[in-house]
Each structure stands twice: as C-alpha cells, then as structure tokens.
C-alpha cells in the first residue's frame, strides 16, 4: 500500500460540543484553494483542525504550493496530493492536455507528495491517452489516485495498472451499497472516501441499515472527509465533521476508528517517510 502523516485547526461560527467517542479523526479528502486563502491562512487551518480534533488530512490544492505550505507548517499531519488544476475549466478538460503528464512528473520529483487528485474523469473520456498516462505516473510512483468518477472508469483504472490504489471520492458517482459491495470485491486496492454523503448513509442522523452491513463488511476499506471544495465549507467545517461523527457513533468502536482514523494511517504509514522539498 502506501505513504507518510500529518495535519489539525481553526475557528468557526460555531464551536463544536460534541463529545467525539474517537478523538485524533483523519480527513481524507481536503481542498485548499487559492480563493480559500483570503479567508483562511495556513496558519487558521491548522488551528480548525485542531479545534475539532483532526489530528492528520490529506490536502490536494490549487495552485499546488497551498498544500506544500500547509505540509511545510505541520509535516507530521497534513499529507499533500498533486492536484492538476490551474484554473476551472481544467476540471472539465484536463483530459485534453497533452502537456499534463510532463508537469505532473516534474512535480513528482519532489518527494514530499503522497498522492494524486482530486481528479474528475467520467465514462465517456474514460479511454483517454492523458488519464492513461496519469494512472500510469501515480502507479509507478506508487502513489494513490484520487477520482471523482463513474464505475467504468475504476475498471478502466485497474485495467490500465492492476496494483494501482485508487481512493473512490465520495462513493462513487452512484453511490449505492450494493454496487459498492461489487466493486469492493472486485478490487483489493480500492478504497471508498465518503465524503459529501452524510445525507445518504444516515438519512435524518440515523445510520441506514444497508450502509450499516456495508461499512461492517468492508470497515478496513472506508475513509472520511468533508470535501472543503468551497470556502462555505471551511466555514461550517466544525458542524459537517459533527454530522460524520454523529453517524459514525452508531457503529462499534472499532469500526469507527477504523474508518475515521486507522485505514487512512495504514494506507500511508505502510510507505517510508520522504523528505520535503522547499515551496518557492
């Protein structure tokens, strides 16, 4: 598997009163963007994290110095992912430019990064020489792949690199028990982040029973995370991470840590520490 640690902080509107049954949770799934930055330095993230008790974050950016600040400020919480983003409509076209693979493996000679994505992809575009080549750099780099995608493109993932570890973003396009279940067992290396699906895995704040046997089944293949793709995000983060507490509650402790902290840790303790390289 794969990689190494980090990230915790700021203040809200409203301070949470939860009492976490697992403190230390780990956000794996974060944006820090550049329109983010007004509001928000490195230094208030941190301290939101810290304020509800998220000791480590994956963090992908735009533009990618923002999660190399973030990693330089606590390099034993924050894991920083390589975005590929420098302006919007790459998120829709990114798969038409020929030069992305050269940018991404000139960025990838600095060690500090432990994965790849946010990476939006759907099944028309799935055959793409540009999404070949990225899957083809994230696994030879040994580095997981972070998609917001459709089913067909996760077969075409593991199509193009067997061994590849893809992080599904929010449980898929359709996120359904039973087609998770399919693929789950389909592919060792897949792992399901849930972010943005609060509403579907616990309608009202009550876990529903079908997701309740699928996080059981396959509670060493499931992350969480709030999906901080907006600034409005980071200003209700406290009450979002509440919400995934609440129904993360309902599920034996266990399961609960595994999810909300001890996956994402194996995932990225599993592989050396590198060092980082200097942001300029």
Do not use: C
Not at 19 to 45: E, T
Not at 182 to 188: E, G, H, I
């Amino acid at each position: 598997m794969r990689h190494g640690l980090f990230f915790s902080m700021l203040l809200l509107s409203s301070v949470s009163l939860a009492s976490p049954q697992i403190p230390g949770l780990f956000d794996a799934h974060l944006h820090y963007n550049a329109d983010q930055v007004k509001m928000y330095s490195p230094v208030d993230i941190i301290r939101i994290l810290d304020q509800n008790e998220v000791n480590t974050a994956v963090v992908t950016s735009s533009p990618i110095s923002l999660a190399l600040q973030l990693h330089q400020l606590a390099p034993n919480r924050i894991i920083p992912f390589l975005g590929l983003y420098q302006t919007d409509k790459d998120k829709q076209a990114w798969h038409q430019d020929e030069e992305l693979p050269v940018r991404v493996a000139q960025a990838l000679k600095d060690p500090a990064w432990r994965g790849i994505g946010e990476l939006h992809l759907f099944a028309e575009h799935r055959h793409s020489p540009i999404f070949e080549r990225i899957a083809l750099l994230a696994d030879s780099h040994d580095l997981p792949l972070l998609v917001h995608t459709d089913p067909v493109v996760i077969d075409r993932l593991f199509e193009i690199a067997t061994n590849i570890t893809v992080i599904w973003a929010h449980g898929g396009a359709y996120p359904y028990p039973e087609l998770l279940n399919d693929y789950l067992k389909r592919y060792p290396n897949l792992y399901i982040d849930l972010s943005m699906r609060n509403e579907r895995i616990a309608p009202e704040g009550m876990l529903d029973p079908e997701w309740e046997l699928l996080l059981m089944e396959f509670s060493d293949r499931f992350l969480i995370g709030v999906d901080t793709y907006s600034t409005q995000r980071w200003q209700h983060y406290s009450a979002l991470i509440d919400t995934t507490r609440h129904w993360m509650d309902q599920l034996p402790l266990e399961v609960e840590m595994a999810i909300g902290r001890e996956n994402v840790l194996r995932l990225f303790q599993s592989r050396p520490e590198k060092t980082t390289t200097t942001v300029n």
